[in-house]
């Protein structure tokens, strides 16, 4: 049959797609528990200050995120497996961000 666009073959459509959220604030927990519910993500690294706060939800949602602070998130930014950044930390934080994640090519 015909592919549609957009169409992945059955190895690429089993591998789950690593993905990283800098901030764990009110829309951090929002969008990190829907990466954790989507059965297509994998969230591979929760990036925040807060390690304490990010450790009770990795337990909440028996998580294997990596936990990982906004002074050190060079280790996310190096990582070649990290497809994608969500960023829900706050405003004024987002161009940093999101400047070295196109760098890094996220």
Known sequence: GRKMPGHMN??????KIPLALFGLG???NIHAGNIERNPHCQLKY?????VEKCHRFVEEFMSEAIVVKASEADIV?????VQ???VTSP????PD???NALKAGK
């Open 10 to 15: 059955r190895s690429k459509a089993s591998k």
């Open 97 to 99: 961000i999101c400047l």
């Open 91 to 94: 405003t004024f934080t987002h």
């Open 77 to 81: 930014y190096n990582d070649p497996e």
């Open 46 to 50: 929760i990036v925040d200050e807060d």
């Open 26 to 28: 009110r829309a951090g």
């Open 84 to 86: 994608g950044i969500l």
